[in-house]
């Protein structure tokens, strides 16, 4: 259903929350970090009102998510613009929540969902808003590794132009907690595990067959995910898998 976006019209002051991400349902090529991203929106309290801004398309995909792009929609409790066309409909989206109170990267290398809001509310855009980056496992030591050179120069330029002070920071564990410390050093950092969507009510597992120990890995073929390291174990095992 379309709509508006969000005004702050209630008794309550309202905490106004822009999400800045690559991809958002129904995207699902994209990984963990929007499901994660989802749980947190619909576990928010209920005066906090979110306006979510991403891509129209998912990860390597050109097929759009929405017909209605560069408009506000709803999707469950928060107001999404599905970006279509270049930074100057991307800037007209994050334009219109300019009023916001923080400002919730989801992620820390991407250009156009990352870098140019950290540009903007550098430039004063978003006034007093709080900037809340969430790496979400780009800063392990094995994420760095890859397309290191660039990583390199990003960081550099990051922390020469002071970003990583002027913001907050949202680690999902306590190591990664530590991974942020370690490149930015003395900054402020909210540990806060990951959200998921889980069903209200467990449910009962029917009796296994009789037969080998089944095995399903689902993830991106990433070398990060080490399904190398299970594939090369699995040649010490005896019993049939």
């Known amino acids: 259903m379309n709509s508006p976006a969000p005004s702050n019209s209630g008794s309550n002051k309202l905490q106004k929350v822009v999400v800045s991400t690559p991809f958002y349902v129904p995207a699902?090529?994209?990984?963990?970090?929007?499901?994660?991203?989802?749980?947190l929106i619909s576990a928010a309290p209920s005066e906090f009102q979110t306006q979510v801004v991403c891509?129209?398309?998912d990860l390597g995909q050109s097929t759009p998510l929405t017909d209605h792009p560069n408009r506000w929609v709803e999707v469950g409790p928060a107001q999404v613009q599905y970006v279509e066309g270049g930074i100057r409909k991307q800037f007209g989206a994050l334009k219109q929540?300019?009023?916001?109170?923080?400002i919730?990267?989801?992620?820390?290398f991407n250009p156009r969902y990352s870098l140019l809001p950290m540009?903007?509310?550098?430039?004063?855009?978003?006034?007093?808003?709080?900037?809340l980056i969430a790496p979400?496992?780009?800063?392990?030591p094995g994420a760095l590794a890859l397309?290191?050179?660039k990583k390199k120069v990003f960081l550099t330029a990051f922390k020469l132009l002071r970003f990583h002070k002027a913001a907050l920071w949202h680690a999902s564990t306590p190591i990664e907690a530590a991974q942020i410390k370690k490149q930015f050093g003395d900054v402020t950092v909210l540990v806060r595990e990951n959200e998921t969507s889980l069903p209200d009510q467990a449910f009962n597992r029917p009796p296994r067959e009789e037969g080998p120990a089944r095995l399903l890995f689902v993830s991106r073929l990433d070398e990060k995910k080490g399904l190398h390291i299970?594939?090369?174990?699995?040649e010490n095992i005896s019993q049939p898998v």
Not at 230 to 234: M, N, P
């Open 28 to 39: 699902f090529r994209g990984g963990g970090p929007i499901q994660t991203l989802k749980a």
């Open 55 to 57: 891509a129209n398309h």
């Open 97 to 102: 929540t300019n009023n916001a109170d923080i």
């Open 104 to 108: 919730y990267l989801n992620s820390l």
């Open 119 to 131: 540009l903007l509310k550098r430039l004063g855009f978003w006034g007093n808003g709080a900037l």
């Open 136 to 140: 979400r496992g780009e800063l392990d």
């Open 147 to 149: 397309k290191a050179p």
């Open 230 to 234: 299970l594939l090369e174990s699995l």
